[in-house]
């Protein structure tokens, strides 16, 4: 059997398996790392976000053999960084979370969102959560969760965000 070694949420791991295998599927089977949810499968939802090389990708299309090398972080990981805790507090204030099941992704699309764009309009907002699927909460209190997070973590994101992880 293969071997892929690569880093997840800071901490070098090597898996036996087929190249084939689901990145998703390692994460909530093998690893034990259940943030990352399966709405889909197909990459439409967005449930299932995760970090690769500092890149937001969908876990569900990833092949084991793509990660070989890199760098992945979940919201296991992200939850120790300062960067969730302006989140966190900001969707909780909004009450942009429901039912929870698209949380995890929706955190992780915000954060990439933050990152890659330094001001932020509802337009932006959507455009960057347009890979997010939510049924509760209507997504009027992700965006303004998303700017009370902006606007309560300052230059967070302007940073090297990923020299804080």
């Not at 800071?10 to 190249?19: Q, R, Y």
Request: proline share 3%; with cysteine; aromatic share 4%.
């Amino acid at each position: 059997m293969p071997k892929t070694t690569f880093t997840i949420n800071g901490k070098p791991i090597s898996i036996e398996g087929p190249l084939e295998q689901r990145l998703l599927d390692i994460l909530r089977r093998d690893l034990k790392l259940t943030g990352a949810k399966e709405g889909c499968g197909e990459g439409e939802c967005g449930a299932c976000s995760v970090f690769v090389n500092g890149k937001l990708m969908n876990s569900c299309l990833l092949p084991l053999a793509n990660v070989e090398g890199k760098d992945v972080m979940t919201i296991e990981g992200y939850k120790h960084t300062q960067a969730f805790k302006h989140l966190e507090t900001a969707f909780l204030k909004e009450g942009a979370t429901q039912c929870g099941i698209c949380t995890p992704g929706m955190i992780m699309a915000s954060d990439y969102l933050l990152r890659e764009h330094h001001t932020l309009t509802d337009e932006i907002i959507k455009h960057g959560l347009a890979g997010n699927l939510c049924r509760c909460t209507g997504y009027n209190m992700i965006i303004k969760a998303i700017k009370r997070a902006a606007k309560s973590g300052g230059d967070l994101w302007k940073k090297d965000v990923e020299s804080q992880r």
